[in-house]
């Protein structure tokens, strides 16, 4: 009876075996070749070994876009973390007029990278944004503040916005989080006398344990390959202000046309994702899968 459902485990982690062989491991050993090659995608290839990784490691300009890269993670979790656990726990609330509200929060989330960075370029347009226009209103700024155009606020705004665009996502899983806790326990603290942050941060935000760890994961992972929103807001620049790691291998790639070295940004990538899901689910015990309510 064991070998038999031992046998039908096996079977049933076939297709995402396959799914997994196709699109993930087969792309990344095609990349992990690519990055021995001196190749502009048209002339022939020449083989160099791990020349390309030993410029890319050598090249400050690959540490800055690592660097540029952990900004955009740690501004990314620090906004989006407790606005979308906040909302979550809002929205997972009885009262109807929260579902009327909800409509307006997850707007967002339906618009592409692409509309969005197109929309909110124009909004903060310096000469004729709508921001920018607001700002001059009430007596802030001079009116033409470039936002997109100078080092000191780019990388901001664009946080900002991946921040604004993805909270909707991370406020759906805090909201069905929160709707899988049990209602005996709130009505045990509301016997006792419990205060609502006393029921916030001694059940909602323990219960939201490994919510909270599945949103990070996803935050800090997804963080790696933003490439579309900051292309269209700000091509990386002005400068290299914004040129985070994933926009970095599309200049070496497709613009410089090397191949060799753009695939050794892939790869790193790949394995920075691969290894930071690792430590985070080794560390807050999240593999482990025990209950949450274990023990009452």
Avoid at 228 to 235: E, F, K, M, S
């Amino acid at each position: 009876m064991q070998s038999g459902m031992t046998w039908q485990r096996w079977t049933m982690m076939i297709p995402a075996a396959v799914f997994f062989l196709i699109f993930a491991l087969i792309p990344m050993l095609i990349a992990v070749y690519y990055s021995g090659l001196q190749w502009n995608g048209i002339s022939n290839p020449q083989w160099i070994g791990l020349a390309n990784w030993s410029q890319v490691l050598a090249n400050g300009e690959a540490v800055r876009a690592i660097l540029l890269t952990i900004e955009v993670m740690i501004g990314s979790w620090i906004i989006q973390t407790p606005i979308s656990l906040l909302l979550g726990v809002f929205l997972a609330g009885p009262q109807k007029h929260r579902s009327f509200f909800g409509l307006f929060y997850f707007l967002p989330l339906l618009f592409s990278s692409v509309a969005v960075g197109v929309t909110w370029s124009y909004i903060l347009n310096p000469n004729f944004g709508i921001v920018n226009s607001i700002l001059q209103g009430i007596g802030l700024g001079g009116g033409s503040q470039n936002w997109l155009g100078l080092p000191g606020t780019a990388m901001i705004v664009v946080i900002i916005l991946i921040s604004w665009q993805f909270i909707p996502f991370h406020t759906l899983l805090y909201q069905g989080g929160v709707k899988q806790i049990p209602d005996s326990l709130y009505e045990a603290a509301h016997i006792d006398g419990a205060k609502p942050w006393h029921t916030f941060f001694f059940i909602t935000l323990p219960q939201l344990k490994y919510t909270l760890i599945s949103s990070t994961v996803l935050i800090l992972t997804g963080s790696l390959t933003y490439f579309d929103l900051i292309y269209v807001l700000t091509d990386g620049g002005p400068g290299t202000s914004t040129s985070v790691l994933a926009m970095d291998m599309y200049q070496q790639a497709f613009v410089n046309q090397n191949i060799g070295v753009g695939s050794v940004l892939a790869v790193i990538l790949a394995l920075a994702g691969i290894i930071l899901s690792i430590v985070l689910l080794r560390t807050t015990g999240f593999t482990r899968m025990e209950s949450q309510l274990e023990g009452m």
